[in-house]
């Protein structure tokens, strides 16, 4: 994001920017730091600047951080939003897409709030792969693993992505163990949870209750009412 | 991103959301449609909001605008602050049985208890296992964080409303309000984020 000259200096942006990264500059001008900022376009979603300052940015830094931090927002060389592997609860009724037979773990760094460097999920994502678990990120950090992560690249801060793990539900007590330990040695913070067939969240309920595995009391239900025409 | 799982409010049974929506190539043709009389017909139950990431939510556009924008491809995403309200929104969806894919967002136990009393067979879940890690957020904070699962809402923001409820410049409802603003999908629940800025 950037902000143009039209600015009026009244500071009412500075509390929106999820990131922190506007500033008041000497000239008591809003400005940017654009190595903390995300490209989450609140600034400019939220309307709250009364002479319109904000615009996109379209250079090379802004497009590589923005499918990681604006909603709905398309990687411009894949032309995909930044998502998982397309297995999706919301729609399994109809579509089904979620194995039979194993959970689907999501791993997602730094949230709630967001912001953390690329290069964390590559280290959090090559420690995992060590471990065994074989990982999957969004698209374009895969297609960047695949080309050859820079160094440039693994600096620069983004909203946030995700790891998924597709697993037994045996599996899930030591890899909650793996993660929580590469977490804490790293400074971050996971938000985990998993998705699966009715049938292998019940069993998966009692493999995490005999662990002793915390569960929050809450989940996103599909009720089973969508059909195919 | 799973942008209704890891909700954490302190009174469970004060946030639920339902998400409506069709599948390419599956049940897509007349969604648009069905998805309208599915909003009209729940309107009733006095949601606390309700909204699509393309089509606006009812914190930043008007109902009518919303409705005009549902078409096929839309989903709906329809936020409720109580069990009774929730409840009633998921026998509206099966009694319509509009074919369209319906995931109610809450306290799993008691949506559970829900579908069963209704008859209906769950297809599919996604459970919160937590968060591991260190946090720098208090637990108010992070309430308030979660209900927007785009991780639009901002510490700062968060800080300076609650600094003027505490001062009395502001209502609880009302700052909750213009975080929920910077919510584009519509599942920001201003009922529950209230409560959290008044704690």
């Given amino acids: 994001m950037k902000v143009n000259e039209s600015c009026v200096g009244c500071e009412e942006c500075l509390p929106y920017c999820t990131q922190g990264a506007i500033f008041m500059t000497a ?56 998502k998982g592997s397309g297995y999706d609860v919301k729609t399994n009724d109809a579509n089904p897409k979620l194995p039979a037979d194993k959970m689907v773990m999501r791993l997602e760094i730094n949230r709630p709030r967001g912001g953390l460097k690329f290069g964390d999920i590559e280290r959090m994502r090559a420690e995992m792969e060590r471990l065994g678990w074989n990982p ?8 960047l693993r ?55 969240i019940d069993r998966t309920q009692l493999v995490l209750k005999d662990a002793g595995v915390y569960m929050e009391p809450v989940a996103k239900v599909n009720l089973g009412l969508g059909r195919r025409q | ?129 937590g968060t591991i890690g260190k946090k720098s957020f208090d637990t108010a904070t992070e309430g308030i964080l979660s209900l927007c699962g785009h991780m639009r809402v901002s510490e700062n923001l968060i800080r300076e409303m609650r600094a003027k409820v505490k001062a009395g410049e502001i209502d609880a409802e009302s700052a909750a309000r213009e975080i929920g603003k910077v919510c584009l999908c519509g599942c920001f629940n201003t009922h529950a984020a209230g409560k959290l800025l008044s704690s």
């Fill in chain 1, 27 to 82: 000239e008591s001008q809003a400005d940017i730091d654009r190595d903390l900022c995300v490209e989450c376009g609140v600034c400019l979603d939220s309307d709250i600047c009364p002479v319109s300052a904000f615009e996109e940015d379209g250079d090379e830094l802004a497009n590589f951080k923005r499918p990681f931090g604006r909603l709905l927002a398309k990687h411009t060389d894949s032309k995909t939003v930044t």
């Fill in chain 1, 136 to 143: 999957k990120v969004g698209s374009r950090a895969r297609n």
């Fill in chain 1, 146 to 200: 695949e080309s050859g992560l820079s160094d440039e690249s693994a600096g620069r801060r983004i909203l946030t992505c995700h790891l998924e793990v597709i697993l037994d539900p045996e599996k899930i007590p030591q890899i909650v163990e793996d993660a929580t330990r590469f977490v804490n040695a790293h400074d971050l913070w996971v938000s985990i949870n998993v998705a699966g067939v009715a049938a292998m």
């Fill in chain 2, 1 to 129: 991103m799973s942008h209704t799982v890891h909700r954490r409010v302190p009174d469970r049974e004060d946030d639920y959301v339902l998400l409506l929506r069709s599948s390419k190539g599956i049940n897509r043709e007349g969604a648009g449609k069905k998805l309208l009389q599915l909003l009209e017909r729940m309107e009733p139950l006095q949601p606390v909001g309700y909204g699509n990431p393309g089509k606006g939510t009812t914190l930043r556009t008007s109902v009518d605008e919303i409705k005009k924008n549902l078409d096929d491809s839309s989903n709906l995403h329809i936020v409720f602050k109580d069990t009774q309200s929730a409840r009633k929104a998921v026998e509206i969806a099966k009694e319509m049985d509009s074919g369209l894919s319906a995931t109610l967002a809450g306290p799993l136990d008691t949506i559970r208890s829900m579908a069963a009393e209704m008859g209906l067979k769950i297809n599919s879940l996604q459970i919160d296992l």
